[in-house]
């Protein structure tokens, strides 16, 4: 196997493992083509520790070699001097967990490290692990993924009337980014779809993405149209969008760009769509920060987050210097904006940003999540993270390759997955009661989007994910998620459904930093999850009772 | 009696207006009849279906008017942080009831307090006065120890004004030696027990700064006596609540610190711990803080920041985790004092408790802990929660020290939910009772002042209305499952939160989180049914099988 050639040293013997929230333990470390695996040296109760090696973000290598100052007292022999060597490698991992390894002998250590570091960050989607995890209780499935469009559609009744399903992208060729069937007003046939896709920045054309039962309204997404510096029009565009508010005064547009970002979008051939030519659109602009931006703020988070320094108020500056809570107050209120459009003043929208695949995403998300008790159901959660971010197609590969601690140079990475689950997170908190699941839930997802044994989120788009074939080749992380004992594990106990909004509170005051996430490996929060465990277990146990 | 009444009723010009409109917090706005008496503040709609305002005078911070045209606007600002406003038709009606209030809530003779006015409604089980007296306490310590004594030195409160009528001693002091002590510390506060760690015999003293002066005045009493309580061989630790400087400038006024050469069993350390004014400015920033309207996240933060209450609460919680450490990880005595020795020693001491004691941690233990550190302790409640956040006036001796101290107890109680007796509530209740209350509990600076105003004969013990069951039903914590280890809190200021229960309370609506607590109470209680369903089910099971032998047979 190629991953042979990476890995010069695959085990070490008398290697001592310090973990967060956890006592050192000494033991064998093994190197493998995908993953770091340290077994305790304790026969009684021997712990392993399997770690992917996809899960780490950086490591920082310290060779001591104790003949330097030893020196002086040298006394001591040459074998004795070069078993005194020793390395510490440290690793932080995408989960933000930082592990440290204590290695004898300088030799083995920068071996290991080496290892690490290479097969840490291949690049090759098709040798990840995914593509190599077979556990033996499961198979691989029939069907990969909750749900396809076209089971979507047929599901939603209320579409048949004035939506159907076009296949107009089946070979990727109009939109390499959508999904082959997408679900559009009837009156528009599948020429005027591929001539409006052209008008739009990846050929994102806008398309349903969120059907309001209570009035008929809906939330369409798109990207921005392509206007450039000397506005061209699309008239098959504006008759798309014509034909979604059909029998409605007006629609609204919500531009998650501020208005001179959208206008400056028009020197590099973009736009935005110009009130002359969509006279019954009004337009919204709200800036909301993404890309590189986004992911400095993570990273400023996470340092201000292990800063030992401490001191109250420089805790409290690097917070607030972070922005991370800029951000997420910004989602939500983005989103309770779009609700608002909808819910209350009863209208469609369309959501686009400049390419449609992050922003976007993030609040036509949480706008469902806030107006339909479908979504807030486990299955309903994940069905919807199905549709919104792996079939419209969030560059996962690309956002994700990185995390916080990264020393890489940054490229196309940014927390914006992150970032909905941390909105989630303070629906959650706003809302004990109205969500199906738990925070362990959001605490698994956002462990597994960086690192995973399962095949959800490799690869940039649904194209590409035919074309590596991940759906016949790995195992699915939702399907997996929805298994009996792991259902009972992550849904929430206290959950009650409620068919109304769940408006969040979106004051400064209100809004937390997510512990659970971003403090998870400090001891204090463990002692809220051993409380949230305990009332876990007697819920299961229930569940045990009425069954026997 | 009657010349009191009659002192109200000059004070309360317009004793009723109809046709007020009342908004308040969380709750539909109602349109009724305002009456003032000499200790409420009432609005009733007469109408089933709203539920009528009963506002203490007491609990009034400050209250703002204005008009519009001939509508006048009255805001009431609350200690416990709340606001309301009254809306009032006629100038004349709104600014005599404004008056009224003005002058109703800041009465400051004591005997015209609710609290002597206030009959219980409610069936006493237990009179909280007699709850925790003293000698009661120490028969605990006796069982533990006889190194120590009952001292009635202070039974006319003559040699230490702030301190009760007993307190414990080493016991081969006599009353003589501890007159002499006396003079040496601050306000005659001699170093006495505060608390006796059962599992290694360590103490925690508290005092008054000694008064070494500029020309460092030495006391051999006040050396002998401490040292009295070490063992052979051990150091203590002497734990000052001030910074060295602030420590040095002491000097100046009378007052000083314990110096090497005369103590030289004993370490000290200083801890910077903010007082009296500057933590009221705290509080006064962070309610601002709270209250601001503006929906940008960094001026949030910032004014968080600026307002240095977080601050103030990890440095509370670090001295007492300190003081906690020297007892039980070093096995050492601890001796803490400040400049008096009724604020800052006393966040040292009970939170440092609430660390070592798993007593503490329950209803009862957490009540005598108040009662113990710092009712009888001298803590001059009536000073410092005169005015709370919302004061106009100039602060004199006003500070939320006591607050400092339910805040850190909070922050504990989060970082260990199931380590404690009671719940967040409880403490919240402190917090309201300590600022405005029907209860006596918390009226007076000291036990001295409590005496002298008869205050068990003439009023009604918080801890009689806490303690009845349908009461600590409401109180208790659910999660509680008793605790016998010392509990280390974090300190790192990642870890410490802001009491959302007390400084969020009236701004966002707690109904959801409030549903979510129900909720789990309501799984608890049925798992507890359903465990002792199973039990019976078991017993019943075993007795059938030896009943029957035939069960037995495969």
Redesign the interface.
């Known amino acids: 196997m190629e991953f042979a050639e990476h890995i010069k040293t695959a085990n070490v013997e008398d290697v001592v493992l310090r973990q967060p929230l956890q006592p050192p333990s000494r033991g064998t470390l093994c190197i493998t083509g995908h993953h770091l695996l340290f077994s305790d040296r304790e026969e009684s109760d021997s712990r392993q520790v399997l770690l992917l090696l996809r899960n780490i973000d950086a490591i920082e290598k310290s060779v001591e070699n104790l003949t330097g100052y030893s020196g002086f007292f040298s006394n001591a022999s040459h074998s004795e001097r070069m078993s005194g060597s020793s390395g510490t490698i440290t690793m932080k991992c995408k989960d933000l967990r930082v592990l440290q390894l204590d290695i004898p002998g300088m030799e083995q250590c920068l071996n290991i490290a080496h290892s690490i570091e290479t097969l840490s960050c291949l690049d090759c989607v098709s040798a990840m692990y995914p593509f190599f995890y077979r556990p033996v209780d499961l198979s691989l499935p029939e069907q990969w993924g909750l749900s396809s469009p076209e089971m979507h559609y047929s599901q939603m009744k209320e579409l048949y009337e004035k939506w159907r399903l076009s296949t107009v992208n089946r070979d990727y060729s109009v939109c390499p980014s959508y999904p082959p069937a997408v679900i559009v007003p009837k009156s528009i046939d599948d020429d005027t779809l591929k001539k409006a896709a052209k008008f739009r920045q990846g050929g994102r054309f806008p398309v349903l993405c969120y059907y309001h039962k209570k009035n008929g309204m809906v939330i369409m997404r798109s990207s921005q149209p392509l206007l450039g510096a000397n506005r061209k029009r699309c008239k098959e565009d504006e008759l798309l969008l014509q034909a979604v508010i059909e029998g409605s005064d007006k629609g609204y547009i919500i531009d998650t760009r501020s208005m001179q970002q959208a206008q400056q979008a028009r020197m590099t051939g973009g736009g935005f769509e110009s009130k002359s030519f969509y006279d019954r659109w009004k337009r919204f602009h709200r800036q909301m920060e993404r890309g590189k931006a986004l992911q400095e703020s993570l990273i400023k988070l996470v340092e201000a987050c292990g800063d030992e320094s401490n001191n109250m108020d420089r805790w409290l500056s690097k917070l607030e210097n972070s922005k991370w809570l800029s951000h997420v107050q910004n989602a939500l209120s983005t989103a309770g904006l779009l609700v608002e459009c909808v819910e209350r003043d009863g209208h469609s929208v369309l959501v686009h940003g400049s390419e449609g695949t992050d922003c976007s995403l993030l609040i036509s998300t949480l706008a469902q999540l806030i107006m339909d008790p479908c979504c807030r159901t486990m299955e309903g959660f994940l069905g919807l993270l199905e549709r919104e971010w792996i079939q419209a197609r969030h560059p996962f590969q690309q956002r994700c390759a990185h995390s916080a601690y990264s020393h890489a140079r940054l490229q196309q990475e940014s927390p914006v997955f992150l970032l909905l689950l941390d909105c989630v997170w303070q629906l959650w908190r706003q809302f004990p009661l109205a969500l199906g699941f738990s925070e362990a839930l959001l605490l698994r997802l956002a462990t597994e989007v960086y690192a995973s044994d399962y095949g959800t989120f490799l690869c940039n788009s649904d194209q590409e994910r035919c074309a590596l074939e991940v759906k016949e080749r790995t195992h699915c992380l939702f399907r997996a998620l929805l298994r009996p004992t792991e259902r009972d594990y992550y849904s929430n106990p206290l959950y009650e459904r409620t068919e109304l909004a769940i408006w969040p509170s979106v004051h400064p005051q209100s809004l937390q930093l997510w512990k659970g996430y971003f403090l998870r490996w400090t001891q204090q929060v463990r002692h809220l999850e051993e409380a949230q465990e305990e009332i876990r277990n007697m819920v299961i146990e229930w569940g045990k009772l009425a069954r026997s | 009696m009657s010349t009191e009444i009659m002192e109200f009723a000059e004070l309360i010009k317009t004793p009723r207006v109809d046709g007020v409109v009342l908004h308040r917090p969380f709750m539909p706005t109602v349109e009724g009849t305002l009456c003032l008496t000499g200790h409420h503040l009432i609005l009733s709609s007469r109408q089933d279906n709203t539920e009528e305002l009963w506002l203490l005078h007491s609990n009034i911070d400050s209250i703002e008017k204005r008009f519009v045209g001939s509508l006048g606007h009255i805001t009431v600002k609350c200690k416990d942080l709340r606001v309301i406003q009254l809306e009032i038709t006629g100038m004349e009606e709104c600014l005599n009831i404004a008056s009224s209030i003005e002058a109703l809530s800041t009465l400051d003779l004591v005997s015209l307090m609710y609290p002597f006015f206030y009959r219980p409604m409610f069936e006493v089980i237990e009179d909280g006065w007699n709850s925790f007296l003293p000698q009661n306490a120490f028969k605990d310590l006796e069982s533990m120890t006889d190194e120590w004594r009952l001292s009635e030195v202070n039974k006319d409160f003559s040699l230490c004004p702030s301190y009760p009528p007993l307190v414990a001693v080493p016991k081969d002091f006599d009353d003589e030696t501890l007159k002499k002590v006396a003079t040496f510390r601050h306000g005659g506060r001699f170093p006495v027990l505060s608390y006796y760690h059962k599992k290694n015999g360590m103490v925690m003293m508290r005092a008054g700064q000694p008064l070494t002066g500029t020309n460092g005045r030495r006391c051999k009493e006040d050396e002998k006596l401490i040292n009295a309580t070490l063992r052979p061989g051990k150091r203590g630790y002497i734990i000052d609540t001030r910074a060295i400087n602030v420590a040095q400038q002491a000097k100046a006024r009378g007052g000083g610190f314990e110096l090497e050469a005369n103590y030289p069993q004993w370490r000290r350390i200083h801890k910077a711990i903010e007082r009296y004014n500057v933590l009221q400015e705290s509080l006064i920033k962070l309610v601002e803080a709270?209250n601001?309207q503006s929906?940008?996240?960094?001026?949030?933060?910032?004014k968080?920041?600026a307002s240095?209450w977080?601050?103030n609460v990890?440095e509370i919680l670090t001295t007492a985790c300190l003081a906690a450490q020297c007892i039980d990880r070093e096995g050492a005595s601890v001796l803490v004092h400040g400049t008096e020795g009724t604020d800052s020693t006393l966040q040292v001491t009970s939170l440092a408790q609430i660390i070592l004691d798993p007593g503490c941690r329950t209803v009862k233990g957490f009540q005598s802990l108040v009662e113990r550190e710092w009712l009888q302790a001298g803590h001059p409640f009536q000073q410092r929660c005169a005015q709370s956040a919302f004061s106009n006036s100039k602060p004199r001796h006003e500070a939320p020290v006591f607050l400092l101290f339910l805040d850190c107890v909070w922050q504990i109680l989060?970082?260990?939910?199931?380590s404690f007796e009671f719940n967040e509530s409880f403490l919240v209740l402190l917090f309201e009772h300590a600022y405005a209350s029907q209860f006596g509990t918390f009226l007076g600076n000291s036990a001295a002042e409590r005496a002298r105003l008869c205050l068990p004969e003439k009023t009604v013990s918080l801890w009689s209305w806490v303690n009845r069951p349908q009461e600590l039903e409401r109180l208790t914590n659910p999660?509680y499952e008793p605790n016998s280890l010392v509990i280390w809190?974090?300190?790192?200021?990642?870890?410490?939160?802001l009491w959302e229960g007390v400084f969020?309370r009236w701004?966002?609506s707690s109904k959801?989180?409030d549903?979510?607590y129900e909720?789990?109470v309501h799984?608890?209680e049925?798992?507890k049914e359903?465990q002792t369903k199973v039990n019976s089910l078991r017993r019943q099971l075993a007795q059938l099988e030896t009943e029957d032998p035939l069960l037995h047979t495969p």
């Open positions: 709270c601001d929906h940008s996240m960094d001026r949030w933060l910032s968080l920041e240095n977080q601050t990890k989060r970082q260990f939910p199931c999660l809190p974090s300190v790192a200021p990642q870890s410490l939160l969020l701004n966002r959801c989180l549903e979510a909720e789990m799984i608890i049925y798992n359903l």
